[in-house]
């Protein structure tokens, strides 16, 4: 049986890239560490931004129903 992993909201991805912008900032930086986290928070953005492009594609592909009155 497999299980389907859900996938995190937009949201949830924007507070964890936050956090990772903010460990580069904190007493807890590790040089070593660097490379890792940066990889994070560039395959985060990458994902946050494909899914800001899909929602506009969806906003601006609204029904002829919805812009009728």
């Known amino acids: 049986m497999t299980k389907?992993?859900?996938?995190?909201?937009?949201?949830?991805?924007?507070?964890k890239l936050n956090q990772l912008i903010e460990w580069f900032y904190?007493?807890?930086?590790?040089?070593?560490?660097?490379?890792?986290k940066y990889?994070?928070?560039?395959?985060?953005?990458?994902?946050?931004?494909?899914?800001?492009l899909e929602l506009k594609n969806q906003i601006e592909i609204?029904?002829?129903d919805f812009t009728k009155n």
């Open 39 to 52: 990889q994070q928070a560039y395959d985060l953005s990458t994902a946050i931004e494909r899914n800001l």
């Open 26 to 36: 904190s007493d807890d930086f590790v040089l070593e560490e660097a490379v890792e």
């Open 62 to 64: 609204l029904p002829e």
């Open 4 to 15: 389907t992993v859900a996938q995190p909201t937009l949201k949830e991805q924007t507070t």
